[in-house]
C-alpha cells in the first residue's frame, strides 16, 4: 500500500508521537498504518468445536494462524477471495463462523477473564454483532445476554447475525446506552462497554477514517464515553465485571474517560489488570493495567480494553421518567407448553429448561429464563427466538429456532451439495432420496440450513427471501 494513501491529520501524527510508549517505534506504527488489514474469522462454538471446524475446512487449503487471545479465532489467508467471498461460503452461511477482526475478540476474551461465568451480561452498543455473538458462545447459550443497539437500522443487522449463528440467550434493545443506569440498576454480572469512538484504529480498513478527525470532536465523543461508562456501572451489580473498549488510540477516549470513573467512585471500582490475559499481553499494557493495542504490535487493528471490578453498591440514579407500557406476552400454561414442545419434538426442535415458552396472539416465543426481572423495566425489540405461529393445522415453525435448535442428529434431511445450492438460492430442492416425513429439518454438512415441506416428489423452500443468495457459494476442494 503506497504511503500517503492513509490519510493522517498533523495534530494527529502529533499526538500519537507523544502517546506513544518508549518501547514502541514511531515509524513502525506509521508503517503498520499503511499496510491492509489481515483477514480474520472467530469459529461459532455454539455449532461446532474449533478442532472439528479445522478438519471441515482442510480440504479448501485456507491458511488459519492462530489468534492468541482467543482460542477459536484465527487469521485467514486464502487464494480463491475473487471468486468466493468469504462470506458467501457455506460455513459462513450456516453459522460455522463470523468474520470478526482479531482485535475486536480482545474486549470479549477480557470479559470472560479468570473464568469467570456471568448469568445475566449486558452488551451496549452491539451491532453488527461480533461481540455480541462471541459473548454468547462463551456463555453456551446459557443464561441472558441483553444486546443493545442505538442505531434503528443496525438492529436488523444485530438479529440476522444472532439468528445465524442459533443464538437463544439474547434479548435486544434499541436505546441510548444512558438509559440503563437508570432503568436497570445493579441487573448485570458483566457488561461490555464497547464504545462509539472516533475509530483512529481502523485506517488500514479504512483510508479515509480520520478524515473528518478533530482534536474538539475527541472531546466531544469522550464526553458521551464518560456518560455512558457511568450509566453502565450504574448497571452493573456490586462484584461485577465492566469491560470499556474502543477501536480508537487517543487517551482523552480510553485511559482518560476510565480515570474519570475511577476518580467519580473511588470506593466502589477498580481495575483488573490484563497483563496475563495471553501470552505477549505485555506487549500492549499500559502502567494503569489496560490493553493499549497500537497495529503494530500484533498486526491488527488499534484497540483499547479495560476491565473493571465494582466493589460495592453506590447511590442510584433517578428512576427513569418513562413508560414501558403493557407487556404483550403472557407465558404459556404447562400443558399447552407441554403440547408444543412434543409437537417440536416431532420436527426436530428441542430445547431444555433454560428457556421458557410465551405467547402473543398467534405467535409462539421462547424466552431464556433469566430474562424475568427485567421484564416490564425497559422495552424490549425482541426476545429470545420466534418458535412458531399456530394456525388451525397446527404449527407453522420459524426459521431462527430451526436454526438454534434443531436435533440433527435426530432427525435431519442430509442435502448434496448440489441441493444445498439450490436451498441457498430459494429454489424447491428434488432430493435424490425422499425424506421419510412430510416437515423435514434439511442439513448440510450436518447442519440445519431450515425446515422443508415434502410435496410429492420436491422438498418446498422455507428459507426467508432476504438471505437468498446467488452466485458461488462452495469452496474448492484441493484434495
Known amino acids: 500500500m503506497a504511503q500517503n494513501s492513509v490519510y493522517f491529520p498533523d495534530e494527529f501524527l502529533a499526538q500519537m508521537r507523544e502517546a506513544m510508549p518508549a518501547h514502541l517505534s514511531f515509524e513502525d506504527f506509521l508503517a503498520a498504518c499503511q499496510r491492509p488489514l489481515r483477514r480474520s474469522i472467530r469459529i461459532n462454538t455454539l455449532k461446532i468445536t474449533v478442532d472439528d471446524f479445522l478438519a471441515l475446512v482442510a480440504p479448501y487449503g485456507w491458511q488459519l494462524t492462530p489468534v492468541p487471545w482467543c482460542a477459536e479465532g484465527f487469521w485467514i489467508e486464502r487464494e480463491e477471495e475473487d471468486a468466493l467471498p468469504l462470506g458467501s461460503t457455506a460455513e459462513h452461511l450456516s453459522g460455522l463462523f463470523y468474520i470478526q477482526e482479531a482485535s475486536s475478540m480482545l474486549p470479549v476474551a477480557a470479559l470472560f477473564a479468570e473464568g469467570e461465568r456471568p448469568e445475566r451480561v449486558m452488551d451496549v452498543a452491539a451491532a453488527p454483532g ?6 454468547a458462545a462463551r456463555m453456551g447459550n446459557r443464561g441472558m445476554l441483553l444486546a443493545n443497539e442505538f442505531s434503528a437500522s443496525r438492529v436488523k443487522v444485530l438479529h440476522a447475525n444472532i439468528s445465524r449463528c442459533g443464538i437463544s440467550n439474547t434479548a435486544l434493545t434499541h436505546f441510548d446506552g444512558r438509559v440503563f443506569g437508570a432503568a436497570l ?11 462509539p469512538c472516533s475509530g483512529e484504529g481502523v485506517v488500514r480498513k479504512d483510508a479515509d477514517a480520520l478524515k ?3 482534536l474538539a470532536s475527541n472531546q466531544a465523543i469522550a464526553d458521551t464515553q464518560r456518560e455512558l461508562i457511568d450509566s453502565a456501572f450504574h448497571a452493573l451489580r456490586p462484584g461485577g465485571t465492566l469491560v470499556y473498549s474502543t477501536c480508537t488510540l487517543n487517551r482523552d477516549e480510553n485511559e482518560s474517560v476510565v480515570a474519570w470513573l475511577l476518580a467519580r467512585y473511588p470506593q466502589a471500582v477498580e ?21 493499549h493495542v497500537f497495529p503494530q504490535i500484533y498486526d491488527c487493528e488499534g484497540f483499547f480494553v479495560a476491565r473493571l471490578r465494582k466493589t460495592a ?84 415453525w ?19 451439495l448440489e441441493e444445498a445450492e439450490e436451498w441457498y438460492r430459494g429454489r424447491d430442492v428434488y432430493p435424490q432420496q425422499s425424506p421419510a416425513t412430510d416437515d423435514v429439518i434439511v442439513t448440510f454438512q450436518g447442519f440445519p440450513l ?8 420436491r422438498l418446498k423452500n422455507s428459507y426467508p427471501r432476504e438471505l437468498v443468495r446467488d452466485g458461488k457459494l462452495f469452496a474448492n476442494r484441493s484434495e
Open 185 to 195: 440498576p445493579e441487573c448485570f454480572d458483566a457488561i461490555l462497554l464497547d464504545a
Open 130 to 135: 461480533s461481540k455480541t455473538t462471541q459473548i
Open 212 to 214: 473528518n478527525w478533530s
Open 450 to 457: 431450515g425446515l422443508a415441506k415434502r410435496i410429492g416428489s
Open 313 to 396: 453498591a453506590i447511590d442510584p440514579l433517578p428512576a427513569p421518567g418513562y413508560k414501558v407500557g403493557k407487556f404483550p406476552f403472557a407465558p404459556m400454561k404447562s400443558r399447552e407448553s407441554a403440547a408444543v414442545a412434543d409437537a417440536a419434538r416431532k420436527v426436530g426442535i428441542e430445547w431444555d429448561d433454560t428457556l421458557t415458552l410465551w405467547q402473543r396472539d398467534k405467535e409462539i416465543w421462547l424466552f431464556p429464563g433469566e430474562i424475568a426481572p427485567l421484564l416490564g423495566k425497559v422495552r424490549f425489540s425482541r426476545i429470545g427466538l420466534k418458535l412458531a405461529e399456530t394456525h388451525n393445522k397446527g404449527f407453522r
Open 271 to 291: 481495575i483488573a489488570p490484563l497483563g496475563t490475559l495471553f501470552p505477549g499481553a505485555e506487549q500492549a499494557l499500559t502502567p494503569e493495567g489496560f490493553l
Open 398 to 416: 420459524q426459521h431462527e429456532a430451526v436454526i438454534a435448535l434443531a436435533n440433527t442428529r435426530k432427525l435431519g434431511h442430509e442435502l448434496t
